[in-house]
């Protein structure tokens, strides 16, 4: 299986930028396709965005579409997501996660079998 760390969330002003950054390890990066969801409190956790397993394919939820972009570099084992123009209601904690063999981009929180700790975004107005 594979092992996955986010890392770079922190508090921006609304207007700002945060680029979050997820490291995995223990298997073959380029075997899964990766996602971001977000939660926020007292909220279902919801996709975000993922990229398929070659970076060829992104995909977006609509109300970051636009503003967040998800990328990944195989040789690194990392996936980014650079976040521009945060709004309050992006603020949550945001999880990386990897579906293994997946073909294009996966969006359903159960299409994917690993997830990180996540990583805490907040964003004042």
């Known amino acids: 299986q594979v092992q996955v760390v986010e890392s770079g969330g922190g508090l921006a002003q609304a207007g700002g930028s945060l680029r979050l950054s997820c490291v995995a390890s223990?298997?073959?990066?380029?075997?899964?396709?990766m996602g971001w969801f977000r939660q926020a409190p007292g909220k279902e956790r919801e996709f975000v965005a993922a990229?398929?397993?070659?970076?060829?394919?992104?995909s977006y939820a609509d109300s970051v579409k636009g503003r967040f972009t998800i990328s990944r570099d195989n040789a690194k084992n990392t996936v980014y997501l650079q976040m521009n123009s945060l709004q309050p209601e992006d603020a949550g904690v945001y999880y990386c996660a990897g579906s293994r063999w997946a073909m294009g981009v996966p969006s359903a929180r159960a299409e994917y079998s690993y997830w990180g700790q996540g990583t805490q975004v907040t964003v004042s107005s």
């Open positions: 223990g298997r073959t990066f380029s075997n899964y396709a």
């Open positions: 990229i398929s397993r070659s970076g060829g394919s992104t």
